[in-house]
């Protein structure tokens, strides 16, 4: 099993750039397929970004495609998501995800129930 743990995040400013960090001891992120979703308050965590498990195929959410980057960072056994030209609307708190099961469709990779490992989140706050 994996247990994944975020940080990074807090607050930034509107046009700002801010990167947050998943990590996880005692497995190699490598061996899952590794997300990151959002909440926002009240609702469902939203699909964000999918990095496959050799790390050559990622996939965005169109409402930050082109913003954000998500990649594996195998020195550091890390998953991190770059985040930049962040909106007000990008305020909530994001969760890592990970699974061990090969990236499959879209309809695949962009459902929360798809993943058996989560982190307990981090919050990111976009002053405009």
């Known amino acids: 099993q994996v247990q994944p743990v975020e940080s990074g995040g807090g607050l930034v400013q509107a046009g700002g750039s801010s990167r947050l960090s998943c990590a996880a001891s005692g497995r190699s992120l490598s061996d899952y397929v590794v997300a990151w979703f959002r909440r926002a308050p009240g609702k469902e965590r939203d699909f964000v970004a999918v990095?496959?498990?050799?790390?050559?195929?990622?996939y965005y959410a169109d409402s930050v495609k082109g913003r954000f980057t998500i990649s594996s960072e195998n020195a550091r056994n890390t998953v991190d998501l770059q985040m930049s030209s962040l909106k007000p609307e990008d305020t909530t708190v994001y969760y890592c995800?990970?699974?061990?099961?090969?990236?499959?469709?879209?309809?695949?990779?962009?459902?929360?129930?798809?993943?058996?490992?989560w982190g307990q989140g981090t919050p990111v706050t976009v002053s405009s």
């Open positions: 990095i496959d498990r050799n790390g050559e195929r990622t």
């Open positions: 995800a990970a699974d061990g099961r090969l990236l499959a469709g879209s309809a695949w990779y962009r459902s929360r129930l798809n993943y058996g490992y």
